[in-house]
């Protein structure tokens, strides 16, 4: 059974991408225990987004030192692209609590990046982050079918 | 302004999706002539996925018979991949109309995976087709934003 975190920053705020999230969830549920958790974002405006993302970043780094025990990966759209098999099988592969961290609509702070944590792609696209919290957990509910064997076609 | 059809096989059948895909629609009109022709997927069962995979090319292709003066990209995991702003700089290159074929949920066939068209990729990872549809209408609409230097940031 998948043991697993999604860090995130932020609220989702269209409830179409909340709903999709809260779907996956949910059918993640024989398969995962699985929670996703919403660092409060850094308010923002033009002329502070430096000082805001290395905010977000300690919160991250703060939340993230009670899981030094964990396997952390990086969501990044310059990380290591992989397929949905490949995905099955580096989840399956993790002994240990498995935490997914998303950034914000800033991105990554170079606290973050400089990490020894590895860096996976869900594609080369740009994504607003919180359709790549639904892209990510569409992906553990595939991975979940596919470890299972089950017949998941879309 | 981008001219643009996406021919995909099937409706969003899951609500939060079909609103998605709706909302990307709405904020491209300023943009985009766009469209999304669904058509009809063929009903099938464990034993006829093939048929029902050629009769649904049987219809691309003539839909498109129509459209031979236009751009056609088929969208594939296995296709060309690109970033944000490759993909914007591609759109923004073609002059005439523009053609996403979006596959259903049993994929493509060799008919049509056989013709000349580019296939482009969003990602290696297998996405639901209706997912897929969301992803592109973003990326579009991501597209058309950075073609006119607006600010757009998620």
Sequence with gaps: MFD?????????REDYFAE???EYLKR??????IEMVELEPAPFNSS????AKRLEAEKILNYLEKYSDSQIFILHERGKSFD?????????????RTIFVVGGSLG????????????????PLTF???MARVVLLE??????????????HY
Tied chains: 1, 2.
């Design 84 to 96: 949905s098999q490949d995905f099955a099988k580096t989840l399956e592969g993790v002994n240990r």
């Design 128 to 130: 607003p982050h919180e």
């Design 108 to 123: 990554f702070d170079g606290s973050i990046l400089g990490k020894n944590w590895p860096k996976l792609s869900l594609s």
């Design 28 to 33: 993640l549920k024989p398969y995962a225990r």
């Design 4 to 12: 697993i975190i999604i860090l995130a920053i932020g609220k989702i």
């Design 20 to 22: 999709a999230a809260g």
């Design 139 to 152: 992906q553990i509910y595939r991975a979940a079918t596919i470890v299972k064997g089950k017949d998941y």
């Design 48 to 51: 502070n987004k430096e000082k």
